[in-house]
């Protein structure tokens, strides 16, 4: 039987370049290699895409340096055009089958690469353009929660250029929300440019330092409870959730940032932890119904929490292309069902080819 090739593309130029770099690794030695011939395609920070000769280029960061380009044509072709800056008459037309994206935050997650693959008319891993656009912005996903019955945070949006008048930006928050409160980019991931503001100044340092990653701004209540996720799987009406894992950032964490998350060694996740009778059924349940609202495909992860004293579920946030590092709890969720991680990755790559992208 002929291989199929398929292009699993990573790196980005998101602030979560670093670890879809790790999260690649895991996912392309994963892939069986008798089904798929595999080509690995890394997009540097500053937007270059490069053919990447292999794995251990990606481990040991080699792969920034390549000649060889690779981009996806726009066309209905469906080609991967390959070729060297030492050779630059020769282009090779590679017909790809299906794509892996590997890519996390703004350019990879948020339906824009998406886009690009329905334009080529080639099946691809994970939710479309809506789903990802739509998820990656919190605005808006807030927007699609408040149609369903499940509690989320109460909020307050900001734009960029309204902080010119900072004092009515606070004023605002303030008069809607009580301190403490979170500050988060509408469409960065990881936690990248979060903040907690337990005062006026803090609230305008954490405001100044979202801009930094986005001009949409959402001021959010803070929820006292445990941080609970759990995956999703599927699409349509075959859509699947796992159990749910728990999340216990390092003690000294304000939250779960970006550094609790992946530089913390300890920061932990539990699989299956004890919870109130009917609250893990309630979470599963919930996330399924919010991927369906957001028309999601493939695989997300759902985040919770379950508040402090009333044991209330309470929504977060949905990530469509969540980690696969050592850590990452989506795989961990999985793998706990059953699903080791080449089964995993075979199944997701099954299901790109399900969805109609012609």
Same mark, same amino acid.
């Given at each position: 039987?002929?291989?199929?090739?398929?292009?699993?593309?990573?790196?980005?130029?998101?602030?979560?370049?670093?670890?879809?770099?790790?999260?690649?690794?895991?996912?392309?030695?994963?892939?069986?290699? &008798?089904?798929?011939?595999?080509?690995?395609?890394?997009?540097?920070?500053?937007? #270059?895409?490069?053919?990447? !000769?292999?794995? *251990?280029?990606?481990?040991?960061?080699?792969?920034?340096?390549?000649?060889?380009?690779?981009?996806?044509? !726009?066309?209905?072709?469906?080609?991967?055009?390959?070729?060297?800056?030492?050779?630059?008459?020769?282009?090779?037309?590679?017909?790809?089958?299906?794509?892996?994206?590997? /890519?996390?935050?703004?350019?990879?997650?948020?339906?824009?690469?998406?886009?690009?693959?329905?334009?080529?008319?080639?099946?691809?891993?994970?939710?479309?353009?809506?789903?990802?656009?739509? +998820?990656?912005?919190?605005?808006?996903? #807030?927007?699609?929660?408040?149609?369903?019955?499940?509690?989320?945070? #109460?909020?307050?949006?900001?734009?960029?250029?309204? /902080?010119?008048?900072?004092?009515?930006?606070?004023?605002?928050?303030?008069?809607?929300?009580?301190?403490?409160?979170?500050?988060?980019? +509408?469409?960065?991931? +990881?936690?990248?440019?979060?903040?907690?503001?337990?005062?006026?100044?803090?609230?305008?340092?954490?405001?100044?330092?979202?801009?930094?990653?986005?001009? #949409?701004?959402?001021?959010?209540?803070?929820?006292?409870?445990?941080?609970?996720?759990?995956?999703?799987?599927?699409?349509?009406? $075959?859509?699947?959730?796992?159990?749910?894992?728990?999340?216990?950032?390092?003690?000294?964490?304000?939250?779960?940032?970006?550094?609790?998350?992946? *530089? $913390?060694?300890?920061?932990?996740?539990?699989?299956? !932890?004890?919870?109130?009778?009917?609250?893990?059924? &309630?979470?599963?349940?919930?996330?399924? &119904?919010?991927?369906?609202?957001?028309?999601?495909?493939?695989?997300?992860?759902?985040?919770?929490?379950?508040?402090?004293?009333?044991?209330?579920?309470?929504?977060?946030?949905?990530?469509?292309? !969540?980690?696969?590092?050592?850590?990452?709890?989506?795989?961990?969720?999985?793998?706990?069902?059953?699903?080791?991680?080449?089964?995993?990755?075979?199944?997701?790559?099954?299901?790109?080819?399900?969805?109609?992208?012609?």
């Amino acid at each position: 039987m002929e291989k199929k090739k398929i292009a699993v593309i990573f790196g980005g130029r998101s602030s979560e370049h670093e670890v879809s770099c790790v999260s690649v690794v895991t996912i392309a030695k994963a892939i069986n290699k &008798e089904k798929y011939d595999v080509m690995l395609v890394g997009i540097t920070k500053d937007g #270059k895409w490069l053919l990447v !000769p292999d794995i *251990n280029a990606i481990e040991d960061g080699s792969w920034r340096e390549s000649r060889s380009k690779a981009i996806i044509s !726009p066309d209905t072709a469906g080609e991967l055009l390959v070729y060297n800056a030492d050779t630059p008459d020769k282009i090779d037309n590679v017909k790809l089958d299906v794509i892996f994206p590997v /890519l996390h935050g703004m350019y990879g997650e948020d339906g824009t690469i998406q886009g690009l693959f329905e334009m080529a008319g080639v099946p691809y891993v994970g939710c479309g353009v809506f789903a990802s656009a739509a +998820s990656m912005d919190k605005f808006y996903t #807030k927007i699609v929660v408040d149609t369903l019955d499940i509690r989320q945070a #109460k909020y307050v949006p900001v734009l960029k250029e309204q /902080l010119a008048d900072m004092d009515a930006v606070a004023a605002r928050v303030e008069s809607e929300l009580d301190y403490p409160v979170f500050i988060k980019p +509408s469409k960065a991931g +990881s936690s990248k440019g979060v903040s907690k503001a337990c005062d006026r100044d803090m609230l305008i340092k954490g405001l100044n330092e979202a801009a930094q990653h986005d001009y #949409k701004i959402l001021v959010e209540e803070t929820i006292v409870g445990r941080e609970l996720e759990c995956a999703i799987m599927g699409y349509g009406t $075959n859509v699947d959730a796992s159990g749910v894992g728990e999340i216990l950032a390092a003690g000294d964490a304000a939250f779960y940032d970006f550094d609790a998350k992946y *530089n $913390n060694a300890d920061s932990k996740t539990v699989i299956g !932890p004890e919870l109130p009778d009917g609250k893990e059924e &309630e979470i599963r349940k919930n996330a399924i &119904e919010i991927f369906k609202a957001l028309d999601g495909f493939g695989l997300s992860r759902v985040d919770f929490f379950l508040e402090k004293d009333t044991n209330c579920v309470v929504f977060n946030e949905i990530n469509t292309l !969540p980690g696969f590092t050592s850590i990452s709890m989506y795989p961990m969720l999985w793998n706990a069902k059953g699903y080791d991680i080449e089964k995993l990755v075979d199944k997701l790559i099954d299901m790109a080819s399900l969805r109609d992208v012609h």
